[in-house]
């Protein structure tokens, strides 16, 4: 079965950092596509960030030079690190297959706030 656990999220003053985790299990990211998302309140859900089956990235204009988003193949983890935040990347954030998506983990919240 497949299962993506989210997590690294907090709260967090504009212009401050985080790194969120994605874990998966029942499926490898070494061979997949994996990206980003989120969805703030009332909006829908967006991409924000992918990372290709060798490596290949891409961003959202909206994160581009501020998000970073990376692989571990050996942990099976894909993480985005978030640099320079902005109260408009307040949002849940989750992580999935971008080609095949699988069922939708909880997410990590992500607020970005003084």
């Known amino acids: 079965q497949v299962q993506l656990v989210e997590s690294g999220g907090g709260l967090v003053q504009p212009g401050g950092s985080l790194r969120l985790s994605c874990a998966a299990s029942?499926?490898?990211?070494?061979?997949?596509?994996v990206g980003w998302y989120r969805q703030a309140p009332g909006k829908q859900r967006e991409r924000v960030a992918h990372?290709?089956?060798?490596?290949?990235?891409d961003y959202a204009d909206s994160v581009k030079g501020r998000f970073t988003i990376s692989r571990d193949t050996a942990k099976n983890t894909v993480y985005l690190q978030m640099n320079s935040l902005k109260p408009d990347d307040t949002a849940v954030y989750y992580c999935?297959?971008?080609?095949?998506?699988?069922?939708w983990g909880q997410g990590t919240q992500v607020t970005v706030s003084s």
């Open positions: 999935n297959l971008l080609f095949t998506p699988t069922s």
């Open positions: 029942g499926i490898s990211f070494r061979i997949n596509t």
């Open positions: 990372i290709t089956n060798i490596g290949t990235t």
